[in-house]
C-alpha cells in the first residue's frame, strides 16, 4: 500500500485540522443542542510515558530546552500514530491529552471488515510505534482498545463556541478495552469481537473477560489485503481517493468557504484562531506553563436515556462557559468517562493568565459545582478536582489532524482527584497555597491512594463562601517567628525607616482627637504582610490594644465585611462557635455601653438572637443601619478612653465600600490608630470607592510607598530563610539579579532551589582556614554574622553554611512557576503588539536599545515601535533612559537603593471623570520621551525572564542571530580609547571571522588620529624641539648561546620546587656556590657597558623638570583646543562592555557558538578588570571555564592564544585578590602557552638573566630615533600578552619573602622590556622601563630605579603626543607620581599629580583622573597641606557622584574617616562614612577590592576602639583581620594594614588594662604583624615612621622603655627622610607625651570626638588654630611591677 502525503492547507484547512471529519462534513443546519447517532469502530490509543517526559522537561535547568524540545519529541510520535490512522482511513475524534480516539463511521454490515481494517492499523502501529526510546533515556509506550457498534453524537454550545462528543456502548467499552490493554498491546472489547470476522484473527483469551487480546490478522497476504484495503475504503465517504490519493486527509484541500469556514470555527478555542489568522506558527503556542487544570465529572442516574444527557449536557456546558468565561478560563475538552461526562477546563492558558487564577478556579468550581447538583435532570453526582502548577501546553498530533490540550503530572492529578474524591470540589496543596484564602474556606481531605499517582500532597474539600464561617475569622496569615526574626539587633530586616515612621507616627497620634492613619503601598511579595505583622507585634508590646485582621479578594464583595469581622475581633467574639457563646460575652461587654433595647441591632452582623425590641421594630432598614453602625462607635468610644486603639488591617484594597464608608465617619470622631497594607490602585483592574478615596487623600493620612529591599539585605534574608550564616557568592548574586530586590521572588527562588536539591547544608567551623582555589574565590567572604549582643561562640545551635551542588548552573534555572504565572499573567493581559515587543525586547536582555530592538522586530515600522513602547512605558513595564549610564545606575548595585517615598495620597474614585484632554497630552507626551530615548530596561526582570522563555528554541536562536550581526560591528574599545580590543590584537589570533566586523585593531594607539589632533600636532613641534632622545649606542656582543638548554632548565617537569622551596634544595645549594655573589651587581655592570642607562652626566633633576614643562606646555597647548576635545566625549568603554559585549558573549552561547562566544567572554573580562570590577571579570571567566569544560565545547580545539589569555586573566584577578600563589600558577601556565616559559629554579634564573641582558643589548642597538613597526599583528599580540604576564609576575615575586625571591622578581621584570623592546611600541616600551625603575625601587636597588625611571621620561619625548601617545604620557605621569609617593619624594608627587590630573580631565579619562587624585590626596595629606586636601576631596567627590563609580567612592570616604582620625576635622561625618560602608559592603565590585576594604574597616575599628565602644568595635576588626592575607603590596595595601596594627597595638593595651592573662598571646601577634608590614614596607618606605611610631608604642606599653625610644628616634630620622610630616607632628605630640611632657596633655582629639568641626571649601588653617595639635594621645596603662603580665591560671583537675 503506497504511502501517502498531505499538501499545503488553505486557511480553512488549518482551522479543519483542529476537527474531526465527524464535524467538518456534519450537519450544521440543526440546532444546539442535538444528537445524531451512526455504527463505527472505535480505536482508542493511550500513550504512557507522556506524563513522566512533561515533567522531565519542565525540571530541566537548561534554557535552550523545554517547551519546543517536548513538543518535538510528541510530535514525532503521535504524528506517527495519527498518519497510520488516516492511512488506514480513520477519522481522529479527539486528543485527549496523552491519548487519541479514532472513529471509522460506516454502515452496520460493513462492521466486520472495518474491524479488521481498525484491526490491521492497530497492529501495525505496535509493529512500528509500540516503544520508542527519547533523547532523554524515557521510554513512550502505546496500547490500543477496539470497540464497535452504534454510536451517538452530542453537540453542545451556542452561537459562538461549541463542543461535541459521542457517547453509547461502544464508547464505554472501547475505554474499558483500553484499560485492559498492557504496552504494546491490542484489545477488543466484546461487543468488537461478537461483530468481527473471527475466521481472520488470532487472539489471546483474558482471565475472567469477555473481552479479547488480538495477536495478528491470520491468512492474509500482503497483496490480498491491499485488495482488502481499498474494497473497504469504499465504505468509507470521506476517504481521498482518485486524483486526491496524495494527501492524507481531504479536508487538507477544502476550498475557500466562509460558511463551513464559520461553522468550524466554532469548535476551535479562540487562542488558536488567533494564530490562524495573524498566520503564526502554531508551534508558537507550546510551551512549559504554570496554569489552573478543572476536570468537572457528572455521573448519571441510571434511567438517564440519550435525550437527558443531551439536554444535562448542554445545561452544564452552557454553565461552566458562562461561569468561567469572566476569569478568561476555557473549556478544553468534553468527553464521556466512565458512564459520565467530563469537562477539562483550563485558567491560564496563553493570553489568558490573571494574576488570581487559583481563586477564579476555586470560585467557579463551587459555583459549577451547586448548579449541576441541584438544577441539572438525572444528575447522580458532581465531582470536581482542581489542580495548579506546570503542564505542557500546547498543539499535539499530525500537521493535518492536531488539536490544542494540556499534558502534565496536574492534569493526571486532577482526574484523579476527581474520581477518587466524589461529590465535591477538591484541590490540591498548590491550589490551596496560591489562593490566598483563608484557611476556613477548605477543610484537610484524608489520604487515598490514587492509580498512578506518587506523592499528590495534601488535598483539600472546597467548602466555598459561607456566611457562618466568616465571624470574624480574618487573621493575619503572617505570624512573627523567633526564630526568622524581623528584628535583627532591634531593626526590622529592611524596612527599618517604615517603622520608624511607624514609630513617630505613634508618638505624636498620643492625645489626638481625631483618627489617623498610615498606609503602607506595595506590590505583591514586598513583605507588606510581613511588616504588618511585625507592628502589630511591637503595638501589643507596648502595651496597646491591638486588632489585626488581613482581607482576601472574596471580602470586597461582601457588605461589611471588614468592619464586622473588625468588631468581632475586638469584642472577642471571633472564636465562639455559637450564638449562644457569642451573646454571653457581648451582653457582659455591651453593658453599661448603650441601653439593651438596641442589642438587637447587632443581630444581623454578629449571628446572635437578641429579642427584637418595640424602638428597633418600629425602624426602617435605613435607620437599622444608621443606628447599629453609632452602636459600634460608642463601642469604640469607650474603649479609646484606656486604651490605645491600633487597627492593623492588611489587604486593605479588599475592605468593601460600606466599611470604607464607616470608616470614613470613624476617622473623624474617635482617635483611633490605623495601619494598612494595600497593593496599588492602578494594579487593579477598579478604582476605589469614593470614601475609600477620601481616606486615603485625606490630610490626616501618611502614605507610604514600599521600595525593594537592597542586596545587603537580600544577602542576610536568604541566610535567614535558608537557616545558615554564609551563602556562595554566586547564589547572592542569582537572588540579588532575579529577585530584584522583592522578598517574595527571593522566597520562591529559594524554595524552588531547595525543593530541586541543588542547595548543599555543612556544619560552619569558625575561621576555618581554606587553601587558594579559584572557585572559592568570592566565596568565603560572603557571611552574615549573628548580631552584636549575641556571639557566634554563645549560640547552642550548630552554625551552618550552604553551598551549591557540583555541576548546577544557576544562569541556567528557569523560574519557578509560582514566578513565572506572576510574570505570565502579565503578559497575557497585554495586546499582541505589546506582547510581540516585549518578548524581542526579552531576547536581546535585561536592557536594550530601541535601535537592536526594531532590528529583530519583524517587519516593524519604527513609528508603531513607538507607538507601543510609549504604552508598554506608560504602563510601568518599560522604564526609559537617555543615556546608558542611566541605565547602569539604575540596575547598580554600587549605589543606594530608592529612598523611602512618603506621600498624600492621589487617587481617583469611581465616581470622578478622568480628564480626557490631559490623558491626550500624556500619551503625546510619552510618545515623544520614548522617540527621544535611545535605551529602555524591564522594569521587572521577572517579566524578561518569563518572556524570554516563551520562545522556542529554534526562534530564539534566529533572533540571536540577528542580535550578533547588529552588534558585532561595535565590539570594541570606544573611540576615545583607540577602537582596538579590549585584549590587543586579540581578533588577529583567532581562526574565525567576527561577522560585520572591520578589523579595528589600532596598533599602537598613540598614532590613532582624533578630532583633537591638531592641537597635538602643535604640541609635538615644540615639545620634540625641546627635548631630544638620547643615542643610544653600544658594542655588540654575541647573545649568550644558552637558550637550547633553557627550556630545559626552566621547565616545571624537570624541577617540581618553586622558587619558595630554593633554600632547602641540596642541587640548588650547590649551584649557588658556582654562581656569583651578587647577580644584580653583574648584570648592572653590564647595562652600562651597553650604555642602556642614561649618561652620567645628565642630571635627575633636570630631567624631572623638563618632562614637568613638558607637561605644562601639553595641558596649555590643548587649551586651545578644548572645544575638539569636547566634542569627543568621555570614555564609553564601560557603557560597551554592557550594552555590546555581554549581550554578544549570552546571544553566542545561545545560538550554540562556543568558539565565537569564547571570544567574547575574555573580552569581557579583560574589560572587566580594566574597570576594576574584578567579581564581573571573574563570573565571566568561570562561564568560559564551563563552557571550555562543557560536551558542546570539546569537539572544538581552543586557541592556544586563547587558552593563555584565559590563564593570564585568572592570574590578574587572583593577583587583585590577594592570591598569590595561584596567581603564579596561573600566569605560569599563560607564559608556558605563550612561548615564553619562565625558570622555577635559580639556576634557571642565572642563564636566563644572562640571556635576557643580552637581548637587551641587542635590542638597544637596533633603536632607532623613530621607526616604524613591521610586525605582524599575530605576533603583536603574543609580545603584548607576554608582556602582561611577566608584569603581573614580577609584581608577584615582588612580594614574596623567600630569600632568592628578588632574582626572580627583576628577571620577570627584564623580560617585560624585552618583550616590550621586542614590540617596537614606544607606549609599551615606556611601560616597561616604568615597571622596571618601580622592581629596582621594590627590591632596593636604588642605583637603578632612578636611571630606568629617567630613560622612561626621555622616551615619553618619542611618543607623538596623539591619541594613544598623549594617554601613554598621562598614565607615565600618574606612575611617575605614585612611586614618587611610596618613596616619599612628596613635593614632585604632588606636581606630577597636579598636572596629572589636569590632562585627564581634559583627555576626560575619570577611571584614571580619580586614581590620580587618590595619591594626589595622599602625598598633601602626608605634607599636611590641608587646605589643598579638602580641594582635591572636593574635586574627587564630584567625580565619583558624576560617574557613579563605587572604588572611587570608597576611596572618597576612606579619606574622610582618615581625616577624621588623623587630621581632627571632618570633610564628611563619621556617620555618612559608616552609612556607607554599611550600604555597600556587599557591593561585588568593593568586595574584590581587598586593599580598600582593609582600610575602611579598618579605620572603623580605630574610630570605635579610640572611643572605647568595644562591642562595635569587634565586627569591622574581624572582618579587617580576614582581609590580611588577601592584600598585595601596594602603597594603599599597607596603609590600610598600618592602620589594621593600629587597632592591634589599640587592643594589647585594653588587654593590658583589663586581662593580662591574654596579653603574651596578643604581644606575640601584634609583634609578628609589626614586622611582617616592615617587610612590606620597602615598597613603600613612606610608611617606615608610622610602623616603628606603632612598634615604639607597643614596646612602651610592654614596659621597655628603652626600646621605644630607640624606635621613636628612627621614626623622626625616617620622617625627615621620607618627608612624612603628618607622622613627624603625631610623633612630636607622643614624644611629649611619653618622655619629656612635665604637665599631662590634654587629649584634643577625644575632645572634638565624635563631633569634628567641618571644613568647608574657602576655609584656612587659620580657621583651625589647634589643627596640628589635635592628634589623638597613645595613653601609657599603669603596669603592675612585680608581676606585669601574669601566666594564666590553669584549674585544678
Known amino acids: 500500500m503506497e504511502q501517502r502525503k498531505s499538501s499545503d492547507s488553505s486557511i480553512i484547512g488549518k482551522v479543519a485540522a483542529h476537527v474531526p471529519d465527524l464535524i467538518v462534513y456534519g450537519d450544521f443546519s440543526q440546532e444546539v443542542p442535538f444528537i445524531e447517532s451512526f455504527d463505527g469502530v472505535l480505536l482508542f490509543a493511550d500513550i504512557s510515558g507522556f506524563t513522566a517526559l512533561t515533567e522531565k522537561f519542565s525540571m530541566d535547568t537548561s534554557l535552550d530546552r523545554g517547551a519546543d524540545q517536548l513538543t518535538q519529541t510528541l510530535n514525532h510520535y503521535v504524528g506517527d500514530i495519527v498518519e497510520q490512522v488516516l492511512i488506514y482511513g480513520g477519522d481522529i475524534l479527539n486528543f485527549a491529552g496523552d491519548a487519541l480516539l479514532a472513529l471509522w463511521q460506516v454502515q452496520r454490515s460493513q462492521l466486520s471488515d472495518i474491524i479488521t481494517l481498525a484491526l490491521k492499523c492497530s497492529l501495525r502501529i505496535q509493529e512500528e510505534y509500540g516503544v520508542r526510546e527519547t533523547e532523554v533515556g524515557l521510554e513512550l509506550r502505546v496500547k490500543i482498545g477496539l470497540s464497535a457498534g452504534h454510536i451517538s453524537k452530542v453537540v453542545v454550545g451556542d452561537n459562538k463556541h461549541q463542543y461535541f462528543l459521542v457517547i453509547g456502548r461502544a464508547v464505554d467499552e472501547v475505554r474499558l478495552a483500553q484499560n485492559l490493554a498492557k504496552a504494546s498491546e491490542v484489545i477488543l472489547s466484546p461487543n468488537c469481537w461478537e461483530l468481527c470476522n473471527r475466521s481472520m484473527i488470532e487472539i489471546e483469551r483474558i482471565k475472567d473477560q469477555r473481552a479479547v487480546k488480538a495477536r495478528y490478522i491470520k491468512n492474509i497476504s500482503e497483496t490480498e489485503f491491499d485488495e482488502f484495503f481499498w474494497k473497504c475504503t469504499e465504505y468509507l465517504q470521506n476517504y481521498p481517493t482518485g486524483e486526491s490519493n496524495s494527501i492524507l486527509r481531504e479536508t487538507s484541500t477544502l476550498s475557500p468557504n466562509d460558511e463551513l469556514e464559520k461553522s468550524l470555527r466554532k469548535f476551535v478555542m479562540r487562542n488558536i484562531l488567533k494564530k490562524i489568522d495573524d498566520n503564526q506558527p502554531l508551534e508558537y503556542l507550546s510551551e512549559l506553563r504554570p496554569v489552573t487544570i478543572v476536570f468537572v465529572n457528572l455521573q448519571f442516574d441510571e434511567s438517564a436515556n440519550t435525550l437527558h444527557l443531551c439536554q444535562a449536557i448542554q445545561n452544564a456546558n452552557m454553565k461552566i462557559s458562562d461561569t468561567i468565561h469572566v476569569f478568561s478560563g476555557k473549556i478544553n475538552k468534553v468527553f464521556m468517562f466512565d458512564k459520565g461526562c467530563t469537562f477539562l477546563c483550563v485558567f491560564g492558558l496563553p493570553g489568558d493568565k490573571q494574576a488570581d487564577e487559583s481563586t477564579h478556579a476555586l470560585d467557579s468550581a463551587f459555583k459549577i459545582f451547586n448548579f449541576c447538583s441541584e438544577k441539572l435532570m438525572k444528575i447522580k453526582l458532581v465531582s470536581i478536582g482542581v489542580t495548579s502548577g506546570p503542564v505542557f501546553c500546547g498543539v499535539v498530533g499530525h500537521r493535518v489532524r492536531h488539536e490544542y490540550t494540556v499534558i502534565g503530572q496536574k492534569v493526571n492529578l486532577a482526574a484523579r482527584m476527581m474520581m477518587y474524591y466524589p461529590g465535591l470540589v477538591s484541590c490540591d496543596a498548590v491550589t490551596y497555597a496560591n489562593s490566598r484564602l483563608p484557611h476556613y474556606f477548605f477543610e484537610e481531605l484524608p489520604q487515598t491512594e490514587m492509580k498512578g499517582v506518587v506523592n499528590p500532597g495534601v488535598v483539600y474539600h472546597y467548602l466555598g463562601i459561607s456566611e457562618k464561617t466568616m465571624i470574624g475569622k480574618a487573621y493575619l496569615t503572617k505570624e512573627r517567628s523567633e526564630y526568622y526574626p524581623l528584628l535583627v539587633t532591634q531593626c526590622f530586616l529592611g524596612r527599618e525607616k517604615e517603622l520608624e515612621i511607624y514609630d513617630t507616627l505613634l508618638k505624636g497620634f498620643v492625645g489626638s482627637t481625631e483618627g489617623r492613619i498610615i498606609m503602607y503601598e506595595g506590590l505583591m511579595g514586598y513583605g507588606k504582610s510581613q511588616l504588618l505583622a511585625e507592628i502589630a507585634y511591637l503595638g501589643q508590646k507596648a502595651g496597646h490594644r491591638v486588632v489585626a485582621m488581613e482581607l482576601t479578594k472574596v471580602n470586597v464583595q461582601q457588605n461589611f465585611f471588614a468592619i464586622r469581622t473588625l468588631m468581632a475581633m475586638f469584642l472577642g467574639i471571633d472564636a465562639c462557635k455559637s450564638y449562644d457563646a457569642r451573646q454571653h460575652i457581648l451582653q457582659g461587654k455591651l453593658r453599661g455601653v448603650v441601653e439593651q433595647t438596641y442589642y438587637c441591632l447587632l443581630n444581623n452582623i454578629f449571628l446572635v438572637k437578641f429579642p427584637t425590641s418595640a424602638e428597633v421594630s418600629k425602624m426602617d432598614n435605613e435607620t437599622r443601619t444608621k443606628e447599629m453602625e453609632l452602636f459600634l462607635v460608642k463601642i469604640l468610644q469607650k474603649a479609646v478612653e484606656k486604651d490605645i486603639l491600633i487597627f492593623v488591617i492588611d489587604e486593605a484594597h479588599f ?418 656556590s658556582l654562581l656569583p655573589q651578587d647577580t644584580e651587581k653583574e648584570t648592572l655592570k653590564a647595562l652600562k657597558k651597553h650604555k642602556m642607562l642614561p649618561e652620567e652626566n645628565l642630571k635627575a633633576e633636570e630631567i624631572e623638570k623638563e618632562f614637568l614643562e613638558r607637561l605644562d606646555e601639553i595641558i596649555q597647548h590643548s587649551d586651545r583646543d578644548q572645544e575638539k576635545i569636547r566634542r569627543l566625549g568621555s570614555c564609553k568603554c564601560e557603557e560597551i562592555v554592557e550594552s555590546v559585549f555581554v549581550p554578544l558573549a549570552r546571544h553566542c552561547m545561545a545560538m550554540g557558538e562556543y568558539a565565537r562566544a569564547l571570544y567574547y567572554l575574555l573580552e569581557c573580562a579583560a574589560a572587566y578588570l580594566h574597570l576594576s570590577n574584578n567579581y564581573m571579570a571573574f563570573c565571566n571567566l568561570n562561564t568560559a571555564e564551563n563552557l571550555i569544560k562543557s560536551v558542546d565545547f570539546r569537539a572544538t580545539v581552543i586557541n592556544q592564544f586563547e587558552e593563555a589569555t584565559f590563564y593570564s586573566l585568572k592570574g590578574e584577578v587572583c593577583y587583585n585578590m590577594g592570591q598569590m600563589n595561584l596567581a603564579k600558577k596561573f600566569i605560569r601556565k599563560a607564559l608556558i602557552l605563550l612561548n615564553r616559559r619562565f625558570p622555577f629554579t635559580l639556576i634557571g634564573v642565572f642563564f636566563k638573566t644572562l640571556v635576557e641582558v643580552s637581548k637587551h643589548a641587542s635590542h638597544q642597538k637596533k633603536q632607532q630615533f623613530l621607526y616604524s613597526r613591521s610586525k605582524g599583528e599575530k605576533k603583536l599580540a603574543f609580545l603584548y600578552q607576554q608582556g602582561h604576564c611577566l608584569s603581573l609576575l614580577w609584581q608577584l615575586f615582588s612580594l614574596d619573602t623567600a630569600t632568592n625571591s628578588k632574582k626572580f622578581c627583576r628577571l620577570a621584570a627584564l623580560m617585560k622590556v624585552n618583550s616590550a623592546e621586542e614590540s617596537e611600541d614606544e607606549s609599551q616600551i615606556i611601560s616597561s622601563y616604568t615597571e622596571f625603575s618601580l622592581c629596582c625601587q621594590m627590591m632596593g636597588y636604588q642605583d637603578e630605579w632612578m636611571k630606568y625611571e629617567l630613560m622612561a621620561i626621555q622616551r615619553s619625548s618619542h611618543l607623538q603626543v596623539i591619541g594613544g601617545g598623549l594617554l601613554t604620557t598621562v598614565k607615565l605621569a600618574q606612575s611617575l607620581a605614585y612611586m614618587k609617593l611610596c618613596l616619599g619624594n612628596l613635593p614632585l608627587s604632588i606636581q606630577l599629580g597636579y598636572r596629572a590630573h589636569e590632562m585627564c580631565v581634559r583627555l576626560k579619562k575619570p577611571k584614571l583622573d580619580y586614581l590620580v587624585l587618590c595619591m594626589l590626596f595622599k602625598a598633601l595629606f602626608l605634607s599636611i597641606r590641608y587646605q589643598d586636601c579638602v580641594r582635591v576631596l572636593s574635586w574627587m567627590e564630584e567625580l565619583v557622584v558624576k560617574e557613579e563609580r563605587i572604588i572611587g567612592m570608597a576611596y572618597f570616604f576612606s579619606y574622610c574617616l582618615e581625616l577624621l582620625l588623623y587630621a581632627g576635622f571632618s570633610f564628611k561625618s563619621f556617620k555618612e562614612c559608616l552609612e556607607f560602608i554599611q550600604r555597600n559592603e556587599k557591593n561585588c565590585i568593593l568586595m574584590s577590592q581587598n586593599s580598600i576594604m582593609l582600610g575602611l574597616y579598618s579605620s572603623l575599628a580605630i574610630w570605635f576602639a579610640r572611643l572605647h565602644q568595644w562591642g562595635n568595635f569587634k565586627e569591622p576588626f574581624e572582618k579587617a583581620r580576614r582581609l590580611l592575607r588577601r592584600t598585595s603590596a601596594s602603597f594603599f595595601a599597607i596603609s590600610g594594614f598600618c592602620r589594621f596594627l593600629e587597632c592591634e597595638v589599640l587592643v594589647l593595651r585594653k588587654h593590658i588594662e583589663e586581662k593580662p592573662e591574654s596579653v603574651r598571646d596578643t604581644r606575640t601577634k601584634t609583634l609578628k604583624d609589626l614586622d611582617q608590614v616592615l617587610s612590606r614596607c620597602s615598597t613603600s618606605p613612606i610608611y617606615y615612621p608610622r610602623v616603628y611610631h606603632l612598634k615604639a608604642y607597643t614596646f612602651l606599653v610592654l614596659g621597655n622603655e628603652e626600646q621605644s625610644q630607640i624606635y621613636l628616634s628612627k621614626a623622626f630620622k625616617l620622617c625627615d627622610i621620607y618627608g612624612n610630616l603628618l607622622e613627624k607632628s603625631w610623633l612630636e605630640i607622643s614624644n611629649e607625651w611619653w618622655f619629656t611632657g612635665k604637665d599631662p596633655m590634654e587629649d584634643l582629639w577625644l575632645k572634638a570626638a565624635p563631633d569634628f568641626p567641618k571644613w568647608e571649601i574657602g576655609m584656612t588653617e587659620r580657621d583651625f588654630p589647634e589643627i596640628h595639635k589635635t592628634k589623638y594621645l597613645l595613653r601609657v596603662p599603669v603596669l603592675d611591677i612585680n608581676n606585669p603580665f601574669p601566666e594564666p591560671e590553669i584549674p585544678n583537675v
Not at 551563602?727 to 532575579?738: A, D, G, S, V
Not at 609635538?1020 to 649606542?1033: V, Y
Not at 630554593?1062 to 645549594?1069: F, G, R
Open 655 to 1072: 475592605i468593601d465600600p460600606a466599611s470604607w464608608e464607616f470608616l470614613d465617619n470613624l476617622l473623624s470622631s474617635i482617635p483611633v490608630f490605623m495601619v494598612m497594607s494595600l497593593a496599588p490602585f492602578s494594579c487593579q483592574a477598579r478604582l476605589p470607592c469614593v470614601s475609600a478615596a477620601s481616606i486615603i487623600n485625606n490630610a490626616k493620612t501618611i502614605y507610604v510607598q514600599l521600595q525593594e529591599l537592597k542586596p545587603s539585605v537580600i544577602l542576610q534574608k536568604a541566610c535567614q530563610d535558608l537557616g545558615v550564616v554564609s551563602i556562595p557568592r554566586e547564589l547572592e548574586t542569582f537572588l540579588i539579579q532575579r529577585s530584584h530586590g522583592i522578598p517574595f521572588y527571593c522566597e520562591e527562588l529559594l524554595r524552588n532551589l531547595h525543593l530541586n536539591n541543588m542547595l548543599i547544608f555543612h556544619l560552619w567551623e569558625e575561621e576555618e582556614e581554606v587553601d587558594d582555589e579559584w572557585e572559592i574565590l568570592f566565596t568565603n567572604a560572603i557571611k552574615v554574622i549573628p548580631s552584636k549582643t549575641e556571639s557566634l561562640s554563645s549560640l547552642d545551635n550548630d552554625l551552618y553554611i550552604c553551598t551549591i551542588r557540583q555541576n548546577v548552573k544557576l544562569q541556567n534555572i528557569m523560574l519557578p512557576p509560582t514566578l513565572k504565572g506572576i510574570a505570565l499573567a502579565e503578559l497575557d493581559n497585554m495586546s499582541p503588539s505589546e506582547q510581540m515587543v516585549v518578548k524581542c525586547a526579552a531576547i536581546i536582555g535585561l536592557t536594550f536599545t530601541t535601535e537592536l530592538l526594531l532590528h529583530i522586530l519583524p517587519e516593524w515600522t519604527k513609528r508603531k515601535m513607538n507607538q507601543t513602547l510609549a504604552t508598554l512605558v506608560d504602563s510601568h513595564i518599560f522604564k526609559c533612559f537617555n543615556k546608558r549610564k542611566d541605565s547602569q545606575n539604575a540596575q547598580s548595585q554600587d549605589m543606594p537603593s530608592i529612598e523611602l517615598l512618603v506621600c498624600r495620597g492621589m487617587v481617583r474614585s469611581t465616581g470622578q471623570e478622568s480628564d480626557i484632554r490631559s490623558s491626550v497630552y500624556n500619551r503625546i507626551k510619552q510618545e515623544q520621551l520614548v522617540m527621544q530615548c535611545s535605551i529602555m530596561a524591564f522594569c521587572t526582570p521577572l517579566l524578561q525572564e518569563a518572556a524570554y522563555e516563551v520562545w522556542l528554541k529554534s526562534q530564539k536562536k534566529a533572533l540571536h542571530l540577528k542580535c550578533v550581526s547588529y552588534l558585532e560591528g561595535q565590539a570594541h574599545k570606544c573611540r576615545r580609547c583607540g577602537e582596538g580590543d579590549f585584549i590587543s590584537f586579540h581578533r588577529h589570533t583567532v581562526e574565525m571571522i567576527l561577522v560585520n566586523t572591520e578589523s579595528q585593531e589600532d596598533i599602537s594607539e598613540q598614532h590613532k588620529e582624533y578630532p583633537f589632533s591638531e592641537a597635538a600636532s602643535l604640541i609635538i613641534n615644540t615639545t620634540l624641539k625641546n627635548l631630544q632622545a638620547p643615542s643610544f649606542e653600544g658594542m655588540e656582543r654575541k647573545a649568550v648561546t644558552a637558550e637550547a638548554s633553557l627550556a630545559t632548565i626552566c621547565s616545571p617537569e624537570s624541577v617540581q620546587r618553586t622558587s619558595e622551596d630554593i633554600t632547602t634544595s641540596t642541587v640548588s645549594k650547590k649551584l649557588e
